[in-house]
Every structure is written in C-alpha cells, then in structure tokens.
T-cell receptor
Framework: KAGVTQTPRYLIKTRGQQVTLSCSPISGHRSVSWYQQTPGQGLQFLFEYFSETQRNKGNFPGRFSGRQFSNSRSEMNVSTLELGDSALYLC???????????????FGPGTRLTVT | GDSVTQMEGPVTLSEEAFLTINCTYTATGYPSLFWYVQYPGEGLQLLLKATKADDKGSNKGFEATYRKETTSFHLEKGSVQVSDSAVYFCALRQNSGNTPLVFGKGTRLSVIA
C-alpha cells in the first residue's frame, strides 16, 4: 500500500510570493491534516480536512489556507510569504472510524519550504 | 490545553546500551498516546501507541507503557543500534477523533558504534 505522498519535496520562494503544496493520502484515508515543523516551535497543527470540509484549525494567520478534493487529496496554500514561514510542512492522513487504527496518523515525507 | 513534555536531548549512547526517553503529558480525559520517530530528511513514522491506561505499546524492540497515575509514557529499548539514531516524538490525541496530535518537542538520539 502506497504511503502518503507530498509534492514538491523542496521549494525555494521569495518573500511576498505565494506557494501551494500538495498531499495525496493513503488509499482509503479520508482525513488529511497539515503540520508545520520548525526548530524553534517544533510541530504545530495547521488544519484538518475531512470530506472536503475543514474540521479543525490551528492558531495560524489567515495567510495559511487549505482545501480537500473529492478524491481526498489536499492542498495547502500560503500567501504573502514571510521569512518565518520557512519550515518543513508535513501532511498526515488517517482513518476516521473507530477500531484498532482509529486516531493513528500516517505522515508523508514533507515539503521543505525555504523563503528568502 | 493538552500538552506533552519530553526530556531534552540530545541523548548519546553507545551501541547495545539501554535507552529511556521520558515523556509526561497533561490532558483531560483519557487520550491515546503515541511515539513517532523521524529519521534525517524524512517525515514522521508511527513507532508505537497505547490507547488506554496500563496498555503497553511495542514495536521493533521499543516499548512504552501508558501510566495514568503518573501521566507518563516513557520510551524504552533494551539494546540500541546505530540505526536507531533519529529524533523521537511523544504525542497524544484525544479520542474524539476530531482533534489534532499534540507533540512534545522531540528528543534527538545518537547511537555510536
């Protein structure tokens, strides 16, 4: 079974630009979550999508947005990039029903975003 | 809100040494607890989990027991290998199914031959 895939793996952008990151979840997983990882702040939750609806949102400014498509693939967008947005962006997918695999999240390799 | 506290690293051990990485949590109710591992240049991999008090999660020689009375979920391995060098994250998730993982800051482990 293929794991979570994220594209692109690396990105270099300039301040003020915008960027779109893509995530394809494990087949059958309908929930997709996004996290930001930085050396200073660690792993912070951005948002979660299920059935094309945002179910939960972390404490990030409105420049960070996302969406989910009918095939469960998800994208996140960051507009007006700032230097502090440089980070590893991780996508995770999971089942949403109860059972042994409930509440487990499986992560992709991440997209390394560098803002100059 | 919920939080996870891990011992600060880095931790440096010789091959075949015993490993303990401490993790304590603050949370309402009875969350599920997880250990994730991140190898250089990669995403997070689920290492083990426990979903209720006194459960023991285990995988690849690693173990952790959900201790409700001490709100702890310490990671242990009896004999580490160089290939275990990575960053280890303790995390919790409330069992409502609609909440995110809450992570500790991670502990970097280096194992030397």
């Amino acid at each position: 079974k293929a794991g979570v895939t994220q594209t692109p793996r690396y990105l270099i952008k300039t301040r003020g630009q915008q960027v779109t990151l893509s995530c394809s979840p494990i087949s059958g997983h309908r929930s997709v979550s996004w996290y930001q990882q930085t050396p200073g702040q660690g792993l912070q939750f951005l948002f979660e999508y299920f059935s094309e609806t945002q179910r939960n949102k972390g404490n990030f400014p409105g420049r960070f947005s996302g969406r989910q498509f009918s095939n469960s693939r998800s994208e996140m967008n960051v507009s007006t990039l700032e230097l502090g947005d440089s980070a590893l962006y991780l996508c995770a997918s999971s089942f949403i029903f109860r059972g042994d695999k409930a509440y487990e999240q499986y992560f992709g390799p991440g997209t390394r975003l560098t803002v100059t | 809100g919920d939080s996870v506290t891990q011992m600060e690293g880095p931790v440096t051990l010789s091959e075949e040494a015993f490993l303990t990485i401490n993790c304590t949590y603050t949370a309402t109710g009875y969350p599920s607890l997880f250990w994730y591992v991140q190898y250089p240049g990669e995403g997070l991999q689920l290492l083990l989990k426990a979903t209720k008090a006194d459960d023991k999660g285990s995988n690849k020689g690693f173990e952790a027991t959900y201790r409700k009375e001490t709100t702890s979920f310490h990671l242990e391995k009896g004999s580490v290998q160089v290939s275990d060098s990575a960053v280890y994250f303790c995390a919790l998730r409330q069992n409502s199914g609609n909440t995110p993982l809450v992570f500790g800051k991670g502990t970097r482990l280096s194992v030397i031959a």
